[in-house]
């Protein structure tokens, strides 16, 4: 909704508006672990650990090696997550469970990060429908997942869409809010997307838990340019960037006719 | 109970305590009333806060809010002298031998050209007057001054007045003395209006052509008023001509304007109705672009009012205001937003010293969403609407004793979301529980003269906000999670906040044309704004206090120093201030306040202080005249979760502002004027550093609002062509040609981060400015 009132804001302003690149002074905040931490039903369990670095920098976030770090689920089986590439730890028999809660560890520099995270039931991606809606001065095309929410408030969904292998940066991220145990299927709409006859779409659905989904929300406020940026909750706690996410996965793609 | 009825037993003892100080003068001498009101003659409108003045004694009396004045002295003869700035001063003769009514009109001088004669006793009268921080925008101004898109606006020139900040670029939302734009209670005829701006912000909702008096009070609010922190804009609408039919209008860029009134019965009754509609929409129906075409964007507004005498003593009027913005994109998003407001007041003399007048009033903001997608086919809406009824009484006691009292009782409901839905819809209809509750208040005001130098008004509000049932409320822990629901039935109280509201104010003459001023006043909210957005979006939010909202709580004093000079041609004044803000609201990372239930767990709690000195000089009469304005202030906010519980600057804070107005009357046809404006940048939150997460580059934040927007400052020019006045024809026109931002200085009006587009491996920052080189044109006309 938000996005509607932005792009006639947009619309308004299009005669006069200009931009341009400036130089903004800004301070070098002292460089922050950042640990991305994702155990799945259906890939490895994978975390990565990097450091921040200062805005002036160039995009190559340093690798943190030599961590420890071991995932353990509920029913106390215990994975320890071996360093494949710098900054990239896996363990390939590490398939999560849904229901299961899965809690991290992590130990870098001599400090300890820990985190849990409860993979929640899968819901069942049935089709990706397609459609047509005209925003702003053209028509684009969107991809709406279909899939039927459970009864009971408390589904939170993420969905990664990717066109011709190219991930769409936009987070789309929602709850059951508004149509708790019906059929949905709100649509994927990106104002300046790009999707066109031919192209293939890929889209990814989770299922979320609710720290994740403010966490993502939080994030996505951040892409829409919020009013007062803040850095979203991490649920991870220790003192570090980032998240700790057990998620269902299911994957679907399109041909665009 | 027992709190309730010793907050009631206070009052008691202050209502005593006023009646001790009242020096109810029992001498032998024969004294009488002269009581009446004071008009323009040519249209018959009630002429508010002109001085009535009897020269061979130092008593002046001033007409209220509807034209009525009062004086009671002893028995002789007198020469009365009536001024209004910009009508002709008159003078009576009177021989006061009993009580005597005297209706007074006045004539508008046409032109600034023609002599201004104004005493000088009257010219000084700011200097005595006890209130302090208040502010009158003369309409005739309004007319001269250039702003955006040649769309006059009473909310974009009073950002131009000291200790007034501006929302944004070409933004009719305001900032009095730090307090948040939600801060200000904005009053049409004494019906507050919830959201005052047309097309997300840059226009305000209030058509000059129907507006009488705008009168801005940033401190030192008379007890008459409450129900929010900051300020009080109080909007009278014109009454409408009970002598002659008018037609009056314009075309604009933006706009184009009606107005019609005239009398319904000669002298005794008049109606006024004023509309106007923009046309944004008709320049898309031009585009090439069918898409384009199927697009609306578009807003009107309709001001009507009409008012009738009962008789001598009793006046009745009934005014209202619709309003509203459409906006769509061809069928798959429509949205509508407006406020509706109604009035109907009863003025009531009930004898030469007692002024009552009873309001009944409504107010109603909503907005609709129509959503369509694929077979998803549903609206959301949202609505906040009061009923109020107020009782007002001025009694005239003598002259050294005024006193105000009164009392109202408002109901609000607020429905946060409605979602209907088709049958065929995925989405399914449900609605965010409505709230209810009941905001009143009782006052009594004392204006007491103390000697020749002194001069005060002190008052007391009591106020009260009730939030009742029916509805589940809820209760939170630290982090925001319900650990608690409770149901009230219908009419149960959920909360209850009594609040005592003290108002002073005094000055002190230090010759006949200087004086010094204090106030110190408390001022209670009890409707709190949720948006987190930084334009004014038709979706924002007013919640009532709950269990879990408090009442937000300002204390603010202010001491000045006001100077006249070159025979009142001049007046300087300097006032500063400082005040404590209480009960604060913002909210949690990734805070959904839309169409939540849950949204008061979204809420963080925290305080305030704001603090500045305001200079202001204005030249008053002469082919020239304007204002300097400068304010150097300081607005900070702190809240435990956020900043490390340090205080950080708001996103108002400024540290200065500067605005300078001239209008320059070149002749009898060519009026020019230009405003400038300089102010040092919002604080805002900009990274300081970055990180990667999800595949992409996030920015890091340190601290909250660390940063500042470039200064902001921009030059507006405009210049008026009136049509030579024909004493035989009515007929008049007159032609304003404008240009807002006249050096183009590119304001940032927002600035992001992102990747470079020319090298992902960087990330940079890009300004954006909107207005640049803004011309207009406008074509007014009278007959």
Redesign the interface.
Known sequence: MKKYFNITFLIIITFTACKKIINVDLNNAPSQVVIEGIVTNSSTAQVNITKSVTFSSSNTFPAVTGATVTITDNLNNKFILTEKTPGNYSNSSLTGVPGRTYSLSVTAGGINYTATSTMPQQVNLDTLLLDQIPFGNKYITIVQPQYTDPKGFGNYYSFIETINNTVNPKIFVWDDRFNDGGISTRPLIQSDSTIKTGDTVKVEMRCIDKNIYTYFTSLADLQQNATTPANPTSNISGGCLGYFSAHTSQRKKVLIP | MAYQFKKFASIRSCIFFISFLINFNLSAQNKFTLSGSVKDKKSGESLIGASIRLEETKINAVTNGYGFYSITIPQGNYTVSINYAGYRTDSKKINLDNNIQLVIELEPISTLLDEVVVSTKRKNENIAKPLMGVEKLNMKDLNNLPVLLGEKDVLKSIQLLPGIKSAGDGNSGFYVRGGGADQNLILLDEAPVYNASH??G?FSTFNSDAIKDVTLYKGGMPAQYGGRLSSVVDIKMKDGNNKDYDVSGGLGLISSRINIEGPIVKDNGSFIISARRSY?DMFLKL?H?S??R??T?YFYDLNAKANYKLGKKDRLFLSGYFGRDV?G??N??G?DWGNLTGTLRWNHIVNNKIFSNTSLIYSDYSYK?QIK????NFK?TSQIQDINLKQDFDFYINNNNKIKFGANIIHHTVAPGT?TADASS???S?EVQKRYSYESAVYVSHELTVNNNLNIVYGLRMSNLSAVGPGNFYQYDQSGNAIDTIHYNKGQTVASYWNLEPRFSASYQLNEISSIKFSYNRNIQNLHLLT????S???DLWLPSTNNIKPEIADQVSLGYYKNFKEGQFEFSVETYYKWIQNQIDY???A?L???DNVESELLYGSGRAYGIEFYLKKKFGKFNGWVGYTLSRTEKRFAE?NNGNYFPA?QDQTHNISLVGIYKLNERWTLSGTWVYNTGNAV??????????????????E????RMPAYHRLDLAATWESPRNKNRKYQSSWTYGLYNAYGR?N??????K?DPND?????????????F?PSITWNFKF
């Not at chain 2, 909250?704 to 940063?707: E, I, L, Q, V």
């Open positions: 097309l997300l840059f944004a585009s672009d898409i384009m199927n697009n964007l906006l994109f061809g798959s998003f949205t969403i997608s694929g077979t998803d959301i979602i995925n989405i399914q449900s987190n957005s930084t334009t979006t038709p979706t949690r990372n990734g959904d839309q169409a939540n956020i996103k939150t900009f990274p300081s550093g970055k990180y990667h997460v999800n595949g992409q580059t996030v920015f890091l934040y340190t909250r609002n660390g940063y590119e940032a009006y927002i600035i992001q981060f990747d992902p491996t960087k990330t940079v920052a890009e300004q954006t400015s909107l207005f640049r803004v």
